[in-house]
């Protein structure tokens, strides 16, 4: 059974960093192709970027709204997701969620929530 | 902000039918398959229809798809109080190098 079991979220300042982290099971993460998700409150989702297996070459894409500011990583030797977002503002509010990529987004997390405020 | 348009919401009364509609362009829907996500109060989303028209196993098959176009479909028939949920699209954008969501819709059983 894939599990993908997010971490890290909380409050923080404008400007502030937060790095969230996604331990995955379940399936081989290495060769897996991780995307993260958000949902701000009352809100639609939003892809965020995602990286590819290392077999792919293991590069990441990011969409434009968090392109220069949120960075995405992964540690195949702890079956382990990262997200670092800097620079962050009050409309990164949200729910973020780490899926899986099967060909398609087939798996997602529980979330955390990140909340950008003063 | 979300490149696919779909309605706010839909509603219906138990054992009607539904249909949720997902508007692209020819950059995503027109030359990408379209995947739907249903999510309940609270809860992550759950894959419900992937590669246009195909479910996942243990997915009711009172639930179908359809693409045509730049658009895209999911209808419910013989709706069930347990349907109400909100419901996204999602497909890949070439233009933008980027996945796309559709705006979401909010399906409430009368």
């Known amino acids: 059974e894939v599990k993908l079991v997010e971490s890290g979220g909380g409050l923080v300042k404008p400007g502030g960093s937060l790095r969230l982290s996604c331990a995955a099971s379940g399936f081989t993460f290495n060769t897996a192709w991780m995307s993260w998700v958000r949902q701000a409150p009352g809100k639609g989702l939003e892809w965020v970027g995602r990286?590819?297996?290392?077999?792919?070459?293991?590069?990441?894409d990011y969409p434009a709204p968090v392109r220069g500011r949120f960075t995405i990583s992964r540690d195949d030797s702890k079956n382990t997701l990262y997200l670092q977002m800097n620079s962050l503002k009050t409309e990164d509010t949200a729910v973020y969620y780490c899926?899986?990529?099967?060909?398609?987004?087939?798996?997602w997390g529980q979330g955390t929530l990140v909340t950008v405020s003063s | 902000q979300s490149v696919l348009t779909q309605p706010p919401s839909a509603s219906g009364t138990p054992g009607q039918r539904v249909t949720i509609s997902c508007s692209g362009s020819r950059s995503n829907i027109g030359i990408n398959s379209v995947n739907w996500y249903q999510q309940l109060p609270g809860t992550a989303p759950k894959l419900f229809i992937y590669h246009n028209n195909q479910r996942p196993s243990g997915v009711p098959d009172r639930f179908s798809g359809s693409k045509s176009g730049t658009s895209a479909s999911l209808a419910i028939s013989g709706l069930q109080s347990e349907d109400e949920a909100d419901y996204h699209c999602l497909t890949w954008d070439d233009s933008l190098h980027g996945y796309v969501f559709g705006t979401g819709t909010r399906v409430t059983v009368l």
């Open positions: 990286i590819k297996g290392k077999i792919d070459g293991g590069t990441a």
């Open positions: 899926v899986r990529e099967s060909d398609l987004i087939d798996s």
